[in-house]
Nanobody
Framework: QVQLVESGGGLVQTGGSLRLSCAASGRTFSSYDMAWFRQAPGKEREFVASIRWSGKSTDYADSVKGRFTISRDNAKNTVYLQMSSLKPEDTALYYC??????????????WGQGTQVTVSS
């Protein structure tokens, strides 16, 4: 069982930056791949980024490549999402997820409650 708590969301202007954090409880955190998803009002939830359990491989949605960076610190049971050059279309509720994200295999096992990111134009 893994419990996830996101933080770091807020209101930022276009072009600004934010860093989201996700603190995980449980001794098995380092065995899970981790991901960030987001859901904007009236839209479906979408994949943003993922990182393998080892931290050695990452994957990104095309819409955030070059602007967002996912990382993790297994010693602190924490995963991060550094977001730069933010755009109004990045406005969404951002979720931290634990599961399997290995190439085409995506399985989401545990979800956090989400943290709101709002980008003003």
């Amino acid at each position: 069982q893994v419990q996830l708590v996101e933080s770091g969301g807020g209101l930022v202007q276009t072009g600004g930056s934010l860093r989201l954090s996700c603190a995980a409880s449980g001794r098995t955190f380092s065995s899970y791949d981790m991901a960030w998803f987001r859901q904007a009002p009236g839209k479906e939830r979408e994949f943003v980024a993922s990182i393998r359990w080892s931290g050695k491989s990452t994957d990104y949605a095309d819409s955030v490549k070059g602007r967002f960076t996912i990382s993790r610190d297994n010693a602190k049971n924490t995963v991060y999402l550094q977001m730069s050059s933010l755009k109004p279309e990045d406005t969404a509720l951002y979720y931290c997820v634990a599961g399997i994200y290995n190439g085409p295999t995506h399985r989401s096992d545990y979800w956090g409650q989400g943290t709101q990111v709002t980008v003003s134009s």
